[in-house]
């Protein structure tokens, strides 16, 4: 029994050396000498400036994540940790998956964008790991990475290359994805005892200020998340702008209706626990499943408005955002 | 009473994206489309290139500041928190304030130096939120964010523009006016049973570990800070070596000087408490107005000995910086 | 007795103050105006390219090491504290040795890459800082920090430039040195007395979660170091890649191991203390000193097979790296 988490481990380590070996390339293994060096000398080039993007990223996956869900006081070391494995066996998976069904049955060429995407995959396993926590074991979370992140990568050439869907901040393509399939299998894993909470979901003063590191870095770093892959330029910086504007102004109301919610007017961190007879620890659906579907909402309406100054049409998004959430959640939590 | 705060934050708000609605484009907007081609290619450039260095700005603010104030053991959530809401408030004020001086008349047009200057505009705050931490109330810091930065744009206008005088690491417009701003705010909220301490003025094992997380990634990025609005090229650089050597001979004086003066000869992070019928919770006297006096004088030496080596110069600013620190700090914790 | 410490860091801030004046230049300072200029302009634009890298392996550096060590309950605040005096001193001592040996009688010209290397060269320290924390004072730091920093110095240019060997990732001369040079100190300083391990020895749970806070540095930030000081374009990508690919393949191996080795089948973080007479309180051997021995025969391996693809080799040798050092570290352990 005890030997089933190794083992698996170590299989699914072999298979994805044995997937690289077969599948991957450097950007750079000419096959045609002249023609590629062209693409390689801008590739290269955009391969520095991207990597601080790359880094952002990163440091959201593991340091913003991990201690994200520090705030539960007996699961703190593990859900670092767990998040750590997760992402990283995600990350050559993702890095696979996604490079096949892109590469048109050509090898997969790894560059600085395989890189980045490879980590937005990882980021819909982890927004899941929220609905679960404390209730999987490591060898269920191997298992959920390998599942989740095949469908994702198939959802998402479904969703870009087949529907041509522009969803550059991946509001449905990883965050609703991410909270919906966590919350699928949080159903699945729910059990009725639960129904009334766990002793265990509890926080303590420490463990909220480890989890507010996780919540900064993955705040601070967000327009890095929204901006690494879009077109370089004008897109690229309007999608830094509009990210940053957007968090600060969702960071205002957030406080403001959080104070209201509130019975005795303090100040928290809003994480309404939903009662939809699926026990959701991390409050997935509303960190990332509503605000999804409202991003998505909001996409939509921005451009029929035909926005020329989109990113006060995202400042009030995100206000608007904020206050279905708050208003949704609340209604939740008060029945 | 208890909706005063979330009804002052949701008014801040919506004040804010009337304000951008009216007066802020983004960098790319056409209004003389050959002329502003050239200036964009470039500009565009620059975001990028400067992208990281806003960044550690960024994590300086959120994270820097944020847990620098976390020593404090009854208030270290709560001054990750507001630290947070004054920042999100101040960066849009900021970017409104500064804007509206600069461009005279004309809109606003958002690009990575309007972010950069918004960044440092809310640090003034945070310098001040370090002599009242504890003793305000949430709703008292809006106001307290809107003032200060409006006072802090007009002068830095006037010194900038105005007098036409050079103060690139911003010694005098930020860390001076920031610390004395904030005495002068907790002078006016001083209470006379506070002339002994308050016994929630005190740090733990763990509060203090949290600080030292706040503390490093402030001085590890002050490089970027001091030097992310230079010139490009020869005086950016210069002002990143400057700083990053001027940093390090800091550290290693203040240690031996912390050393000296503590009565058990241990090492110990100094903050010695000024007594001057003034009750500065953080020390912001000591951390930033001396020290940004003494870095104006220092740089007046600097120009007069016509300095070929301000990187040395820098370092003996910085040692003499810390023994005036020092023992200014030390006569005043003496009697 | 308590005037030791202090009086010695400042004599020797005073030192490398001199030193600077004597021997250090900027990149910038023109003796054949026009020829410079040409150097200036690419060096420049390469200042703020390598810049963000820099900034990874500065926090590496001071996050990264400083919270590695603050696992052991009662030394958390003063390793992180020590960690930064050590980093400090090292760094300006850093500089001026590896230029001095570098620069064939000429002045030392500052740029980004000395500020690379004098962070490589201080990263030996913290690395052997490891096998001594806890039973040395600052004093007999300080007198480390500058003896290992010259002997590093001198053997990196004996190795690099004497015997022209390529040791890009510097897992001889920094990890096995660092390592060897940290067990050697602690042989000098061993006490029978510490045979059964000390008291204060042990760790709590929050002082794992911070040293998860840097062990997560040091962990991401792994590809800038590796590709820092790497030739531009192909070379400094493929060091980027590699280095990423076999850190997420290191990662799932470990804990398999991990929780193979574990007694109760628990994940935890692999640490096996060595018990051959020494007491290394970090476990550099293991951390530092077997996977530095590894690398460089993985290296060899690597280059003999004329691994057309590094990556694949890589993830392999990281793979028989944690299988080594588990086992080395498990044999050692059980007896």
């Given amino acids: ?24 390339e450097y950007e750079m293994d000419q096959t045609t000498p002249q023609q590629v060096n062209i693409t390689t000398s ?19 996956i593991f340091v913003g994540f991990g201690f994200l869900m ?16 997760i992402a990283a066996l995600g990350l050559q998976w993702g890095t696979v998956v996604q490079g096949i069904l892109h590469s048109q049955g050509q090898k997969i060429t790894i560059g600085i964008k395989n890189m980045i995407n490879a980590d937005f995959s990882t980021a819909t396993v982890l927004i899941s790991f929220g609905a679960v926590l404390g209730k999987t074991s490591p060898t269920q979370m191997l298992i959920m990475t390998i599942i989740e992140i095949a469908v994702f990568a198939g959802n998402e050439y479904l969703v870009g290359e087949i529907f041509k869907a522009s969803d550059i901040g991946a509001s449905m393509t990883i965050h609703a994805f991410g909270a919906y399939f966590g919350l699928a299998v949080a159903g699945i894993l729910y059990r009725s005892a639960l129904r009334r909470g766990h ?13 507010m590191i996780g919540t900064l870095f993955l705040w601070m770093f967000w327009p890095s998340f929204n901006s690494a892959i879009a077109e370089p330029g004008d897109k690229q910086s309007r999608a830094i702008v509009n990210t940053y504007f957007s968090l600060v102004a969702c ?29 959701d620890t991390c409050g997935v659906h509303n960190l ?13 309406a921005a451009v029929a408005l035909g926005a020329s100054n989109t990113s006060v049409a995202m400042q009030a ?19």
Same sequence: chains 1, 2, 3.
Wanted: proline share 3%.
């Fill in 199 to 211: 002793k265990n979901e509890e926080s303590t003063y420490y463990s909220d200020l480890f989890a």
């Fill in 251 to 279: 960071v205002v109301t957030a406080f403001a209706f959080s104070s209201l919610v509130e019975r005795r007017g303090k100040l928290n961190m809003p994480l309404f626990t939903t009662k939809l007879g699926i026990h």
């Fill in 317 to 335: 998004a995100a206000l608007c955002s904020s206050i279905g959430t708050a208003v949704v959640g609340g209604l939740i939590t008060g029945t």
């Fill in 70 to 85: 520090t705030f539960l006081k007996k699961y703190g070391f593990s859900s670092v940790g767990i998040n750590l494995l």
């Fill in 288 to 300: 990332h499943g509503l605000p999804g579907v409202v991003g998505g909402l909001a996409g939509i």
């Fill in 1 to 24: 029994m005890r030997l089933k988490f190794p083992l698996m481990a170590i299989v699914l380590e072999i298979a994805m050396i044995v997937l690289f070996a077969l599948f991957v």
């Fill in 42 to 60: 801008t590739d290269m080039g955009k391969f520095l400036e991207l990597y601080p993007l790359f880094q952002d990223v990163h440091v959201m």
